[in-house]
């Protein structure tokens, strides 16, 4: 045995030493390709000129407020592009194009290319001005900027910028010159505390504008329609031999004409009346209620852009409104504003239909749905959509069964209400949130030659955001599904469900009548920045609790039933994080963390397929294919994908991807995704599937890999190749346990096509 112990060790030794000589092979491949691509770089530079090569920009120091990588962005002139912030393969790409212009290949190498950056001394000077300036702006206003042009080989030069900001600036002294009696009343009952300047801060000019903003904010929200910005200034005052800035902002008084200087105008709404904005129809085919709701400029009331952008908007997002205008009559002696708001309005009908081809583990078949949609049903801008939907597939491999074709019908109608449609609701709440209420029903037939299934849906869900602010939130008040199985055929029934061999109860319960009912509320952020998504939902608690009161039969398994039918309970809750790093326009490096955890409890000891978790895919751990990881260090069905078992209730995904802009539309990304799901309970068809708090972090999976984007505006096609790193199926004193020191593409390579990014 110990000899045998020795000679294991020995083969794994050579496996590792294979896989890592099969990585240095690319790596030498990789940095051959990249120095026969930059031998070329100056080709089409010519003589007396250089290649701008590289742009640094460093401090003489830490400073808080001080960011090279930021004010980066007032240097006029930067070098090529890079790939990942290292390969300039698009200069490479065009360096490869021959100097006869009429070849299409040239041409093609020229266009996908970049053409070379050639130095420009002009450039430089006033990129040396720009970033004084920027310096300036923060209160360093001593500052100074040294460039050193450095010459690289024959036709290459960096050019180093170095900030010297020296001692900031303070100031010692604020002072407000309003000199306009009624609007210095109506600052000061704004709020003196509201003031972003304020003695002693740093001299900012950024704050400065920022200041003069929120005044005219606060002007143009209290009447004064013709108030701007401009009637804003500052005047400083430096003190000799020290770093102190006495500051005064002034608000000048109104200019009606060359001689004329009076008191800013403010002005009250007067009336408010619509009209149509269709040239052809003088009729506006919305209620009065629906406009005079959607309408957030009142009679009487002062003059409000706040109140003017949030009208905008609300018509923006009626769906029958097809765009709108507003326009002011100005009465200059009473100071009346009579606004008039023209709307223009969709046609309500639409038909659409779409065609798609399917593939389900190769077999192929075709799909088509046909929509109706009516985007004003009752003159309020509802949206009643009713979309019908038909598929085939040819299903191959299947042996004992008559029917070798799945077949799919459904319909499903919803309509969407602009509003909230509940009682006890505010109407100060309704006209301070975007708000939707949506009712839905769905029928769904299918039929394949194991068995027939059909669902019916009904939904009762509410939408909506606070306006001004980055948080969405949704309530599931009713979410029923029943999931009816009206035949089963002989040949599934004994060779999966009933076989003494096969006693999979994870498979049995899923080809079950069932009844789900379920509430969930939940939440989004996203600031651009950070995003951050939890849900939260429950099923068969009311139902529980009235089976307790009225003593519901049971069924042969021990549940309790609802008109003859077992209904499902268990609690479920998701959360996910994403941190986003701009460093530039080009590149970004994005953080994602998703944790999802359901117990199936009282009526129910296994959850329903639908709300089980599943790892791999293009959006999750991108080195395995869909439902092929997990859980745990199940394998599945000899080291195939098993759609039933390779399912959890757990789930952990960990995510880090280094995104940049590569030519044209396309983006590239460098990604390490980790993750796995498990089983809460021990299942005996998911051996190692269970979550152990001492074992779990030892099953999780670690991939890498490659991917490309190709950016539409309106839709993102993405392409990732992932590699498996760490695959925890297997054990860790075997070759496959680590697949990045004995890689295998046959085994480890997974390819993704997906729409839209995966986080």
């Known amino acids: 045995m110990e000899n045998c112990s020795k000679v294991t060790n020995k083969v794994l030794t050579l496996q590792q030493f294979r896989g890592i000589m099969q990585i240095r092979t690319y790596i030498y491949i990789i940095i051959g390709v990249l120095a026969v691509a930059s031998c070329s770089t100056t080709k089409y530079v010519d003589d007396g000129s250089f290649l701008l090569n590289k742009v640094d920009v460093r401090t003489d120091g830490n400073y808080a407020d001080v960011n090279p990588s930021q004010v980066k962005s007032y240097v006029r002139q930067r070098g090529n592009s890079r790939w990942f912030s290292t390969m300039k393969l698009p200069l490479a790409t065009y360096s490869l194009a021959g100097r006869d212009s009429s070849m299409w290949f040239n041409k093609m190498l020229k266009s996908i290319g970049e053409a070379p950056v050639l130095y420009d001394s002009v450039s430089t000077i006033k990129s040396c001005d720009d970033l004084r300036m920027a310096l300036c702006n923060k209160g360093y206003l001593a500052a100074r900027v040294d460039v050193d042009v450095v010459r690289k080989g024959n036709k290459k030069v960096n050019v180093n910028y170095m900030l010297l900001p020296g001692d900031p600036f303070f100031v010692r002294h604020v002072n407000y010159d309003i000199r306009d009696s009624a609007i210095q009343c109506i600052l000061e009952s704004n709020g003196v505390g509201k003031r972003l300047l304020t003695d002693g801060m740093r001299f900012d000019v950024n704050k400065m504008n920022d200041e003069r903003k929120r005044i005219t904010e606060v002007l143009t929200d209290s009447g004064y329609y013709r108030f701007h910005k401009d009637y804003i200034t500052y005047q400083a ?3 000799a031999g020290s770093r102190d800035i006495d500051l005064t902002l002034v ?3 109104f200019v009606a004409g060359k001689d004329s200087v009076i008191a800013h105008p403010r002005y009250n709404i007067g009336s408010v009346t619509y009209s149509s904005g269709n040239p052809e129809d ?10 005079r709701s959607s309408t957030f400029i009142e009679e009487g009331q ?8 949030r009208t905008y908007n609300q018509f923006g997002r009626l769906q029958a409104v097809k765009y709108t205008n507003k326009g002011f009559a100005e009465n200059e002696e009473a100071t009346l504003l009579d606004c008039n708001i023209q709307v223009s309005t969709n046609k309500p009908h639409t038909i659409s239909f779409e065609p798609e081809g399917t593939n389900t583990a190769g077999d192929l078949g075709a799909a088509a749905s046909l929509t109706y949609q009516n985007r004003n049903l009752f003159r309020g801008s509802e949206v009643l959509s ?5 598929a085939y597939e040819a299903i191959r491999g299947l042996e004992g069964y008559g029917n070798q074709d799945f077949v799919e019908y459904s319909v499903e109608g919803s309509l969407s ?3 909230l449609i509940a009682p006890f609701v505010s109407r100060e709440f309704i006209r301070r949130t975007n708000a939707q209420s949506e009712v839905s029903l769905m029928y769904d037939l299918q039929n394949r030659p194991e068995y027939h299934r059909r669902v019916l849906s009904l939904a009762w869900k509410y939408k909506w955001n606070n306006i001004g602010h980055h948080d969405k939130y949704q309530i599931d008040l009713l979410d029923i599904n029943y999931l009816f199985m009206p035949w089963i055929s002989d040949t599934f029934r004994e060779d999966y469900l009933e076989d003494d061999m096969n006693k999979n109860a994870i498979l049995r319960y899923n080809y079950e009548n069932l009844l789900i009912m379920k509430m969930g509320f939940g939440y989004a952020y996203n600031n651009g920045r950070y995003a951050v998504k939890a849900n939260v939902e429950t099923s068969g608690n009311i139902l529980g609790l009235c089976s307790g009161i009225f003593n519901f039969p049971k069924n042969s398994e021990g549940q309790n039933k609802v008109f003859g039918i077992a209904y499902a309970q268990y609690a479920k809750a998701d959360f996910d994080f994403t941190r986003n790093i701009v460093f530039d326009y080009n590149n970004q490096l994005v953080f994602h963390m998703g944790l999802g955890i359901a117990y199936p409890y009282g009526n129910s000891t296994i959850l329903p397929f639908e709300k089980r978790y599943f790892s791999g895919g293009a959006n999750s751990v991108r080195g395995w294919s869909v439902r092929e990881l997990g859980p745990g260090k199940f ?9 039933i078992n ?5 789930k952990l995904d960990l995510n880090i991807e280094y995104r940049a802009h590569l030519f044209w539309k396309v983006n590239g990304a460098l990604f390490v995704d980790a993750g796995n799901i498990w089983t809460l309970r021990n299942y005996e068809d998911q051996p190692g599937g269970q979550f152990k708090i001492d074992e779990f972090w030892k099953q999780i999976a670690i991939g890498y890999g490659l991917g490309f984007r190709v950016n539409f505006d309106y839709f993102i096609l993405r392409f990732d190749m992932g590699m498996k790193a760490v695959n925890p199926a297997y054990e860790a004193d075997g070759g496959e346990h680590f697949p990045i020191v004995n890689p295998r593409l046959s085994r480890d390579f997974t390819f993704h096509f997906a729409v839209g990014l995966p986080f």
């Open 386 to 390: 009713i979309q019908f939907r038909g």
């Open 282 to 291: 003088s009729v506006i085919h919305l209620r009065q209620g629906v406009l």
């Open 251 to 253: 608000l000048h008084k």
């Open 302 to 309: 002062p003059y409000s852009s706040s109140a003017l952008r």
């Open 237 to 239: 005052d430096t003190v």
């Open 417 to 419: 209400f602009p509003r």
């Open 646 to 650: 390779q399912t959890g209730d757990m």
């Open 635 to 643: 394998k599945g069905n000899e080291g195939k994908i098993d759609f």
